[in-house]
Structure formats: C-alpha cells, structure tokens
C-alpha cells in the first residue's frame, strides 16, 4: 500500500483512555471553551480548552469539529431548579446512572392518570431565531410515549414542533410540527430533538411530557441534558446552570512549512468526512496554500443536497456536486492531480475528469477545517473527521476507487 506523506487521523490513547491525535508537521488547533464527545462505551465525557474531541463509533475513532453555538436551556442537569414549571409530575434525582457515567438523572413521575404530564421552561433568546433544535436525553422507565412541544412564549402560544417518542422501540411515533429525530445514545438512552423555525423572536417554552396515548406505568421517564440552540440538528452536549452557555469553534491548521509533505507535482488528496446538516451554512474541508488561489477542498451544499468538491488554480476553477445523505453517513472522496488533470472518486467510483485546472500537489501546503484560512468562522466544518490523507505520488483510479469504497 502506498504510503501518504500527511495523516490526520487519531489512533493514540490518552491517560483517561480517551483517544488523542498524533499529527505532523507543526498543527495548530484550538477551542477557547470546554467540549464534550462520547467514548467508547457510549459515554458522554468533556475535553478542556483547546483539546481536540474524538468519538467512538464502534471500533472507529473519528474528530468532532463543530462551530461556535450557545445552549440556551438553563439548569439542563438539575430538574428541582425553578426554572422547571411543573405541572402533574414530580422529579426525583439519582435515579440512575446519566448518559456521562455519573448518578445524575432525574426521574419524571406522573402523578396523575387523568390529565397530561409535563414540565417546562421558557426559555431567553434575543433577536430573530433562525431554525432552532431542542434535544434532550430520555430513557424509558414505563411511562410511553414521551412528547416534545416547542411553542411561541408569549400569547397565542402557536407550536412550531410538535413530537411523540417511544423510548422502547427508539422511533418517532408522531411529528405533526418540525423536524422529530431520535439517536441511540448507549445504556437504555436516547437522545430525542424536534427542530423548526420559532414563529417569533424573543422566549420560547419548551414543553417535555405525556404523548396523547401516553400508558402511566412504572416510574415515568428519566431525563437529562436538555439543549436549545440556534441550529438545524442537535450539536454536541452543553452543560449550563443559571444563564446560558458557549462553546467556541473547534480549528485545525496544518501548516508544512518546510514544505517536505507537499513536495511533488503528482498526488493525491483523500477526505473521509461526515457533514451535519446545516441548511444554507457552508462547512468545509480544505488543502489550500492558505490562498483563494489554490485549494482542493469538500464542502456541503444548501439544504443537505449533496457535497461539492472544488479545486482551484488561481482564476481556473472546477467545481464537481455529489448527492450523498450528509447528515447520516460518511463520504469518502479522493482527489487526484498532476498539474494537467484532475481525477474524482467518490465511494469507489470515478466521477469525475477535468483538465481546465491545472493545479498540482506542490501547489498547496496547509490543511484547514474551513475554507483556507483557520479563522473563518463562518465557514467551519460542522461534523465528523475520520481520516485526511495526502499522498504524493500518483494514484490510479483503480487504487483510489479500492481506497474510497464504502
């Protein structure tokens, strides 16, 4: 098999039995907040400042890169808060063990079978709410099935997400309003959201209760965690107490500044990437000479429609659209140059030539988890990593189909 000259893959263990990267050449990356990701047996654990995050999928480790958000759902670990309007239920704590290993879930327990069970909270935003997501983790504990409503906060209270869940089967029974998604979240959990577009600016009430065909047994539900954030899919966990809470943008820089990594004409770029599904933002992946001029690079398109790879030589320009489901799985994508073509495969098969761009393997010498430069928010990559390669020496369209294959 040949062998690539950069790799940014993570495969070295940590003292906390997490997974850390070993990457070459000098790397900068960075988040000026606290990040959360899940181990390998699916628990929730947190990464300091500036640390990078990977996740267990399996037996497959992968970077979470995500941009900036804010989780506006206050007390989400503490039910007995006041912030928590309660109505026909009672919340008792250290029910079991939360999805971050700890004795910290809180039990929701009917108290009635004749009316609806539920709590709420309303929550503060200030301006006008682009899409929004409320997700919360939920197991079973008898009480079927859970329901999620996201509603207007001042009078008329006009729902704008709307859905019941079964915490046995793992599946959404009912979505009349938004956007319903349920995720196994390991050990009996689920992570449950609804997403849509709040009808107003300002607060929204959250409502978590009894589905309309709710059955009132056992000990009603466990819950914890809850997050509302101002974004298409629910982004990884945020622990707030009494206001709300930011987590920066996760950066990557590679720089090869002795240039040894990108030193030949022919070559090839290899991206195994994930997108979260992020509406009309742009997310992307890139090797660039930290230029507009020269770059290959894999970004998202609107609305989830696909990916777009895009290679560049100063005014030359080759743009390539690739429908693949973004938010639900990995796509891999190798692309090849020689400074006379360029050659695309995507999960094992070539889809595209082009000969307009005459871009070489020599010509870039960075990697970012955005468009070229490391500090551009708006144009971080939103998802999961799980490997980038370059490797310079030519590859056959044979050998990049075999290494692309899904």
Same mark, same amino acid.
């Given at each position: 098999?040949?062998?690539?000259?950069? !790799?940014?893959?993570?495969?070295?263990?940590?003292? #906390?039995?997490?997974?850390?990267?070993?990457?070459?050449?000098?790397?900068?990356?960075?988040?000026? =907040?606290?990040?959360?990701?899940?181990?390998?047996?699916?628990?929730?654990?947190?990464?300091?400042?500036?640390?990078?995050?990977? &996740?267990?999928?399996?037996?497959?480790?992968?970077?979470?890169?995500?941009?900036?958000?804010?989780?506006?759902?206050?007390? /989400?670990?503490?039910?007995?808060?006041?912030?928590?309007?309660?109505? #026909?239920?009672?919340?008792?704590?250290?029910?079991?063990?939360?999805?971050?290993?700890?004795?910290?879930?809180?039990?929701?327990?009917?108290?009635?079978? =004749?009316?609806?069970?539920?709590?709420?909270?309303?929550?503060?935003?200030?301006? %006008?709410?682009?899409?929004?997501?409320?997700?919360?983790?939920?197991?079973?504990?008898?009480?079927?099935?859970? /329901?999620?409503?996201?509603?207007?906060?001042?009078?008329?209270?006009?729902?704008?997400?709307?859905?019941?869940?079964?915490?046995? =089967?793992?599946?959404? *029974?009912?979505?009349?309003?938004?956007?319903?998604?349920?995720? @196994?979240?390991?050990?009996?959990?689920?992570?449950?959201?609804?997403?849509?577009?709040? *009808? @107003?600016?300002?607060?929204?009430?959250?409502?978590?209760?009894?589905?309309?065909?709710?059955?009132?047994?056992?000990?009603? *539900?466990?819950?914890?965690?809850?997050?509302?954030?101002?974004?298409?899919?629910?982004? +990884?966990?945020?622990?707030?107490?009494?206001? %709300?809470?930011?987590?920066?943008?996760?950066?990557?820089?590679?720089? @090869?500044?002795?240039?040894?990594?990108?030193?030949?004409?022919?070559?090839?770029?290899?991206?195994?990437?994930?997108?979260?599904?992020?509406?009309?933002?742009? =997310? &992307?992946?890139?090797?660039?000479?930290?230029?507009?001029?020269?770059?290959?690079?894999?970004?998202?398109?609107?609305?989830? +429609?696909?990916?777009?790879?895009?290679?560049?030589?100063?005014?030359?320009?080759?743009?390539?659209?690739?429908? !693949?489901?973004?938010?639900?799985? #990995? !796509?891999?994508?190798? !692309?090849?140059?020689?400074?006379?073509?360029?050659?695309? +495969?995507?999960?094992?098969?070539?889809?595209?030539?082009?000969?307009?761009?005459?871009?070489?393997?020599?010509?870039? #010498?960075?990697?970012?988890?955005?468009?070229?430069?490391?500090?551009?928010?708006?144009?971080?990559?939103?998802?999961?990593?799980?490997?980038?390669?370059?490797?310079? &020496?030519?590859?056959? @369209?044979?050998?990049?189909?075999?290494?692309?294959?899904?």
């Amino acid at each position: 098999m040949k062998q690539p000259s950069f !790799v940014l893959i993570p495969f070295a263990r940590s003292l #906390n039995g997490n997974i850390l990267p070993i990457i070459g050449y000098t790397t900068i990356f960075n988040r000026s =907040s606290i990040g959360t990701t899940i181990g390998k047996d699916k628990i929730l654990i947190e990464e300091g400042n500036g640390i990078p995050r990977l &996740m267990w999928e399996g037996d497959k480790v992968s970077y979470i890169t995500e941009r900036e958000n804010t989780n506006y759902y206050l007390w /989400n670990t503490d039910f007995s808060n006041a912030t928590h309007v309660n109505t #026909n239920v009672a919340f008792t704590n250290e029910e079991g063990i939360a999805p971050n290993g700890k004795l910290e879930s809180w039990a929701m327990k009917p108290t009635t079978q =004749s009316a609806v069970a539920k709590y709420s909270q309303q929550v503060a935003t200030s301006g %006008s709410l682009d899409e929004s997501t409320f997700s919360i983790y939920a197991k079973n504990n008898g009480t079927e099935p859970i /329901n999620i409503l996201l509603a207007r906060g001042t009078a008329p209270y006009t729902n704008w997400g709307d859905a019941d869940f079964n915490l046995t =089967s793992g599946t959404v *029974v009912e979505n009349s309003t938004g956007t319903a998604r349920i995720e @196994d979240a390991g050990n009996g959990w689920y992570r449950i959201s609804v997403s849509g577009t709040p *009808v @107003d600016t300002g607060g929204q009430i959250i409502r978590i209760g009894t589905g309309s065909t709710a059955t009132y047994l056992g000990d009603g *539900v466990e819950l914890w965690g809850g997050q509302f954030e101002t974004n298409k899919v629910p982004t +990884s966990f945020i622990k707030t107490e009494g206001s %709300s809470v930011f987590r920066d943008n996760d950066y990557i820089d590679f720089r @090869d500044y002795d240039e040894d990594a990108f030193s030949e004409d022919e070559g090839a770029f290899y991206f195994d990437v994930r997108f979260d599904d992020l509406g009309d933002a742009l =997310s &992307m992946v890139t090797f660039s000479d930290g230029t507009t001029n020269n770059k290959i690079q894999v970004r998202s398109q609107a609305n989830n +429609s696909g990916i777009m790879i895009l290679v560049s030589k100063d005014s030359d320009l080759f743009t390539y659209v690739h429908s !693949v489901d973004a938010y639900s799985k #990995n !796509v891999k994508v190798m !692309v090849m140059v020689d400074g006379a073509s360029t050659r695309v +495969s995507v999960n094992g098969e070539i889809v595209a030539v082009d000969t307009s761009t005459t871009i070489a393997f020599s010509d870039v #010498n960075r990697f970012t988890n955005t468009d070229y430069d490391y500090r551009d928010n708006s144009t971080t990559f939103s998802g999961i990593i799980s490997d980038i390669r370059a490797y310079p &020496m030519k590859i056959t @369209d044979a050998e990049a189909n075999y290494i692309t294959n899904i």
